[in-house]
């Protein structure tokens, strides 16, 4: 049995309902235990040397539930969380080059579901580290759009929370362990700062660097982000607006510009309650 609980009862019995405040801090912790349903909905552009690069656009939907199982208390005071974290992208109008036809052509599906499962501690120092293992799935319902393989590797989180906010760095490794024989190798670097100036808002940047050891390509964004967090009958939810604009992409073809626009409902941690 898991020694846990649930951090929104825990605000709502220490000072009645949780503020938009409270929550908008408990979730710019990397680290949070908060149970929640995140709908990104994201507009990318492209650009690159393929004919036709330069016109081509699609529309991403990432639903990622997250339900942390806390851990309690350690003994020097922080506290531990154990988090599974899985993405579902739906893709509408995929651009895809085809060689035969000598130009794009959209397609919709299911891309292949990544995850990662992890282990992170919030000490009372404001310091936060996590470890854990990222991977993905082979799940795309058209070969075109997954890499048809399983790719597993390792993640760590070392970050730190002040009164004004939070910073840190995610790194992330995948390499390709199963499927199609191809070698896969491939960096993410996630540096975040965020600022909280107060009544639910959350402003800073957190762009993602991947690196591609095998292509030696590098895809690296400039980001800014605007969130507010709300209380709409009785339930926290994240609105969040998110800019990127690519200053490195593969050459061929990559992407130059995405607009997000992210919903994140805090709901009850039910498969708590189910182990409690």
Known sequence: MLACFDPVSAMAQSAGAPSSDQVARELANPNNALASLTFKNQVTGYTGDLPGADDQANYTLLFQPIFPFPLGER?????????????????????????????FGG?????????D?????????GLLWAVGAVGTL??????????EQLRLGPEALLARFEDWGVYGVFPKHQWAVAGDSYDYSASQVQFFLKFLP?????????????YDWKAEDWTVPLNLTVSKTVILAGTPVKLELAADYYVAQPGAFGPEWTISFNITPVVPNFILGWLK
């Open 138 to 147: 082979p799940t795309a319902t058209d070969d075109r759009v997954g890499g």
């Open 75 to 103: 003994a020097n005071g922080g506290a531990a969380t154990l988090f599974i974290r899985p993405a579902f992208p739906i893709l509408l109008d995929q651009p895809v080059f085809d060689v035969a036809k000598g130009g």
């Open 198 to 210: 107060g009544d639910g808002w959350n402003v800073g940047t957190q762009p993602t660097m991947t």
């Open 117 to 125: 499962i992890g282990y992170g501690v919030t000490e009372k120092s």
């Open 107 to 115: 397609v919709d599906a299911l891309g292949d579901i990544g995850f």
